[in-house]
């Protein structure tokens, strides 16, 4: 569904990601784990189109998307959970919800009874501005507000920083659910353990570079992934 | 009672003046929020909204004319940025400031170099313009006028920016730009619109403004837009309720010193207003409130 081919990314002055590939086929849940500044969260961003790549190639459903502006890539069904979570606290939820559908021309009413459905808490709290919300309720609206956008790839950027374990557990157990419904998803986090039980295909990312990839149970048992990622 | 009737026709006279200020006043303050800039060009497209009048009533007759001049000075508010500020969409803030401040004086020696620095004299819209006398007090019916249409335009503009979707995309973006690109927002598609709006307004300003005032200079529009910058200051830069307060409350008490007969001094209240805002409630009376929750 989205091929990456020999990605090359600068970011502030430095190289950040030096030329990566890989591939997330359609229905999957792949994850991206590394340390800090291993240019996780840039390859996401340059997918999403919020940075530009210096070389390399995108392609999304067979169609190259290298350089093309953030709301076309959204339209073509990529949406991006950003780090952070970044909802707008001085909205309603509603109002969070009805921005993530902001492309769509169609009737969003039944898009927003899924959400609801996935996370009842935000039902309760629609008419609340989304600056009330706890931090894990506010990753379920930064989730739920990508959703509205009907994504056929969407990418999150680290879910678990910041949140309780028990919270952490609640938010994996949705993407699956999400997974489930047909939605590929592209994960990356630092929470390795927890990504690598979820996802079908991992992909370690050090300093730029890839440089181990498997099933995630395989990532799960390898002991340079244990040593590294998994803090045993 | 005494000093109600005395001061009738300062008070009235302060609140169209106010409502006046408040039309440009609402500009600055849009603009503030969406672009974090001040735009110091504001005054002088409100001045350039004047002397266009001039011209276009010269040849034209109003009913062309007046609709002609909103949509001349809508289009120049959108080039005005797309020229100027928008390619410096990722500098230092304080390169796209001096940006504006370039643009004010383009638009003053373009107007210098049109009219040859004489005043001209704004043309007379017939109604607006005639007299009529309120509780024994004589005016123009502009100053009746003026704060009933401002408060239809402002309602409007509230409703548009809390009721629709370019106003949840114009709220959104006043708060988060990438976020907002994530959207699906054109962030540079609600920028002109804002820009849109803001120089609307401040035509629609003009042409009350002016035809109180008789004659526009290229230097007309320095002084009303910097007093209603400090309005916009004063109701808290970013909100539109704070800026059409503060654009009554200054106008008002303007006009009531002058009242008193100290109109030397009307100027100086006004700034003097400003240095005591800053130090005492810089947000302003409706200022910004950090909600972020980390």
């Known amino acids: 569904m989205l091929k990456i081919t020999d990605l090359k990314v600068n970011y502030g002055g430095i190289e950040a990601v030096k030329g990566i590939s890989f591939e997330v086929p359609g229905k999957s849940i792949v994850t991206l784990i590394g340390a800090n500044g291993a240019g996780?969260?840039?390859?996401?961003?340059?997918?999403?189109?919020?940075?530009?790549?210096?070389?390399?190639?995108?392609?999304?459903?067979?169609?190259?998307?290298?350089?093309?502006?953030?709301?076309?890539?959204?339209?073509?069904?990529?949406?991006?959970?950003?780090?952070?979570?970044?909802?707008?606290?001085?909205?309603?939820?509603?109002?969070?919800?009805?921005?993530?559908?902001y492309l769509r021309k169609d009737n969003?009413?039944?898009?927003?009874?899924?959400?609801f459905d996935l996370f009842p808490r935000l039902k309760e709290r629609q008419w609340q501005l989304g600056g009330t919300l706890s931090g894990g309720e506010q990753q379920m609206l930064a989730v739920g507000r990508a959703l509205m956008s009907r994504p056929k790839l969407l990418m999150m950027d680290e879910p678990s920083l910041g949140l309780a374990p028990l919270v952490v557990r609640?938010?994996?157990?949705?993407?699956?659910?999400?997974?489930?419904?047909?939605?590929?998803?592209?994960?990356?986090?630092?929470n390795a353990n927890m990504a690598l039980q979820t996802a079908d295909i991992g992909y370690v990312l050090e300093t730029g570079r890839i440089t181990m990839s498997g099933t995630g149970s395989e990532l799960l048992s390898n002991p340079a992934v244990k040593e590294a990622y998994l803090g045993s | 009672?005494?000093?109600?009737?005395?001061?009738?026709?300062?008070?009235?006279?302060?609140?169209?003046?106010?409502?006046?200020?408040?039309?440009?006043?609402?500009?600055?303050?849009?603009?503030?929020?969406?672009?974090?800039?001040i735009n110091f060009a504001h005054g002088d497209l409100f001045m350039a909204a004047g002397l266009i009048m001039i011209y276009l009533t010269a040849s034209l007759p109003l009913y062309i004319a007046i609709p002609l001049d909103l949509i001349i000075i809508a289009v120049l508010g959108f080039l005005i940025e797309r020229v100027a500020y928008k390619p410096l969409r990722n500098a230092p803030r304080m390169s796209i400031m001096i940006s504006a401040i370039g643009v004010s004086y383009l638009l003053q020696n373009v107007a210098l170099y049109v009219t040859g620095g004489l005043a001209k004299t704004y043309p007379t819209i017939p109604w607006i313009s005639n007299s009529v006398t309120i509780f024994g007090a004589t005016t123009k019916v502009v100053t009746l006028v003026t704060p009933v249409l401002t408060l239809i335009l402002v309602v409007a503009l509230v409703l548009l920016i809390n009721n629709t979707?370019?106003?949840?995309?114009?709220?959104?973006?006043?708060?988060?730009?990438?976020?907002?690109?994530?959207?699906?927002?054109?962030?540079?598609?609600?920028?002109?619109?804002?820009?849109?709006?803001?120089?609307?307004?401040?035509?629609?300003?003009?042409?009350?403004?002016?035809?109180?005032?008789?004659?526009?200079?290229?230097?007309?529009?320095?002084?009303?837009?910097l007093k209603c910058f400090v309005a916009a200051v004063f109701g808290g830069i970013g909100s539109i309720p704070g800026a059409v307060i503060g654009a009554f409350l200054i106008g008002i008490c303007e006009n009531i010193i002058k009242g008193l007969g100290w109109t030397t001094f009307s100027d100086a209240f006004t700034f003097?207003?400003?240095?005591?805002?800053?130090i005492a409630k810089p947000t302003g009376l409706f200022g910004e409130k950090s909600t972020d929750k980390v």
Do not use: C, H
């Not at chain 2, 106010?18 to 503030?32: D, N, P, S």
């Not at chain 2, 003097?272 to 800053?278: E, F, G, N, P, Q």
């Open chain 1, 40 to 101: 996780k969260s840039t390859t996401l961003r340059t997918i999403s189109g919020l940075v530009r790549p210096a070389s390399g190639k995108i392609e999304f459903l067979g169609e190259d998307i290298t350089g093309m502006d953030v709301p076309t890539i959204v339209s073509k069904g990529i949406t991006l959970v950003p780090e952070g979570r970044r909802i707008f606290p001085d909205l309603t939820v509603l109002e969070n919800l009805r921005l993530g559908a």
């Open chain 2, 1 to 37: 009672m005494d000093f109600i009737n005395q001061n009738l026709p300062y008070i009235l006279a302060g609140i169209s003046v106010g409502g006046q200020y408040a039309l440009i006043a609402i500009g600055y303050t849009m603009v503030y929020g969406i672009l974090r800039l």
């Open chain 1, 108 to 115: 969003i009413d039944s898009d927003l009874n899924w959400i």
């Open chain 2, 165 to 225: 979707k370019i106003g949840m995309a114009m709220r959104a973006v006043s708060r988060d730009f990438e976020t907002s690109q994530l959207m699906g927002i054109k962030i540079n598609t609600v920028i002109s619109v804002t820009f849109i709006i803001g120089s609307l307004l401040a035509a629609v300003g003009s042409m009350l403004y002016f035809t109180n005032y008789t004659a526009v200079t290229p230097i007309s529009g320095s002084m009303p837009g």
């Open chain 1, 170 to 190: 609640d938010i994996f157990r949705i993407i699956k659910r999400i997974n489930e419904e047909g939605v590929t998803i592209l994960l990356i986090e630092q």
């Open chain 2, 272 to 278: 003097a207003l400003l240095i005591v805002i800053l």
